[in-house]
C-alpha cells in the first residue's frame, strides 16, 4: 500500500464512520490489514458503515461520552482483555456525620489484584477513628489539612501534619489515626498493598474494646471496669469530634522516651524538584531509596502538558495503579494474543496495567493532565521501547521495523536518554 493510500485511510478513521460511508467502508474492508488498520478481519468504525455503526438502542450519553474509546475504538483495538479502568466517581460512599469514603477494590475492579485504592475526606474536626491494618497504607493529600497519629514498634510516636501533594505511609499492623484539620478538612487518597484490602475491613479500637470482657479491660489498664462502662458498643469509623488545637502540644504529649521513629512516616513531595524535566512534562518519583519508611509502594506523580505523551513502555517488576488527578488523557494497553485495549480517563479515574504488558499515556485535553503511578514495589523501575531499540543492533531494527535510515538515526540517538515523556 503507498504512503498516499496509508494517509487516506488515517485520515478515514478521524473523521469517524459517518464521513466515511458505506462505499468507503466497503472499500476500506476490500484492503484488508493496512497501517493503522491492522487486523483481519479489519475492525473500527473504519471498516463500517454509518447505518451498521449506529446506536438507535436505549443508551445514556452523559456515560457513554465519558469514554469514547469505548463507544468508538479505534481500528488498532483488537481482542478483548479486562478492563483496565474504574473509577471513585462511581463508587459508592459510605458517608458519616465527620466524613465519608469509597473505594475501588477487587470487588468492583477485578484485574487491579496488588492495589486498592481509597478515597476520602474529613471534614474539620472529623476523625478516621483509631485503626490499624494488615495491609501496608500509603496515601497522598488532594486537598486541605490532615493531622496524622502513629506509633512504630518499639512506640516512638509520630504526630504531622500533612497537606495537599503529602505523602504518608503505614507499615502493616502500626496503629494511626486522621483528624481534618482547618476550616475546610482534608481530601485524601489512600492505596493498599493487596487488591482486596479496603476501609471498610480495618481492625479498630472500639470494636477491640466493645469485645473484650470487663474485667480483662480492668487488669489491661489497671483501674477499675466500670470506668469503661460508657465505651461505644459499635464501630466509631468516622465520627465528628473537636477540632484539635495546635501540633505542638499534640507532639509533646505523645513523644515517647525512647524518642523519634528512625524514618519519617511523611514525605512533603510537593515540594519535591521533578526527578524528570521535559518540554512534554515531568515527572517525580519516591520510592524506598527517598522514602526509606515505604517498602512496599513505589510512586511516580506525572504531569503531562497538553499534547505530552508518556511514552509506550512497560514495568518488569510490578503491576501499575493509576489515578487520575487532573485533565484528561487516553491509555493503549497491549498484551498476547495479540490484544489491546483503549480507554480514556478523567479526574477521579483509575487505571490499572499488569506487570509487563505494553502501554502509554497522552494527554488529550487543553491542559495539564496529572496523575499518579503506583507499585507494589520498594523501587520504580521501568523498559521504554525507544530504548530498547535504541541499544540493540541497526540491522536487527531495520528487519523489524522496516523504515530507512533516516528514521534508523533518530532511533539511534535516543540510546542513552532517560526520557519518560515525549
Known sequence: MTDLKRRSVLAGAAAGAVALG??????AAQLGPTFGNPDNPPQGA????????????????????????????????????????????LAHKRIQNGGWAREVTTKAFPISKDIAGVNMRLGPGGVRELH??????WAIMVSG??????????????????????????????PHSLQGLGENGGEFVLAFDNGAAGEFNTLMVSDWLAHTPPEILAQ????????????????????????????????VYAASSNGRPDHPFIFRMSSMAPTLRQPGGEVRIVDSSNFPVSKTVAAAMVTLR???????????????WQYFI?????MTVFNTGPAAQTVNFNPGDVGYVEKN?????????????????????DHFSEVTLSQWLANTPRQLVREHLRVDDATLDVIHKLKDRRDVIA
Open 326 to 330: 487532573k485533565g484528561s488523557g487516553t
Open 46 to 89: 473504519i471498516n463500517s458503515s454509518a447505518i451498521a455503526n449506529a446506536e438507535p438502542g436505549p443508551q445514556f450519553a452523559q456515560l457513554r461520552d465519558t469514554m469514547p474509546a469505548f463507544a468508538n475504538p479505534p481500528p488498532t483495538d483488537v481482542g478483548g482483555m479486562a478492563i483496565p479502568w474504574a473509577s471513585f466517581n
Open 145 to 174: 489539612e490532615v493531622r496524622i497519629t502513629t506509633i512504630d514498634a518499639l512506640g516512638r510516636a509520630e504526630v504531622s501534619d500533612v497537606r495537599a501533594g503529602d505523602l504518608w505511609y503505614f507499615p502493616p499492623g502500626l
Open 22 to 27: 458505506a462505499t468507503a467502508a466497503a472499500k
Open 220 to 251: 489491661n489498664f489497671g483501674v477499675p471496669a466500670e470506668k469503661f462502662k460508657d465505651i461505644p458498643l459499635e464501630q466509631l469509623w468516622i465520627y465528628q469530634g473537636a477540632k484539635p488545637g495546635p501540633l505542638k502540644p499534640d507532639q
Open 132 to 137: 490499624w491494618h494488615q495491609q501496608a497504607e
Open 357 to 377: 504488558l505494553g502501554h502509554y499515556i497522552k494527554n488529550t485535553g487543553t491542559t495539564d493532565l496529572v496523575f499518579l503511578e503506583l507499585f507494589k514495589s
Open 306 to 320: 497538553p499534547g505530552g505523551l508518556r511514552e509506550m513502555h512497560w514495568h518488569p517488576d510490578a503491576d501499575e
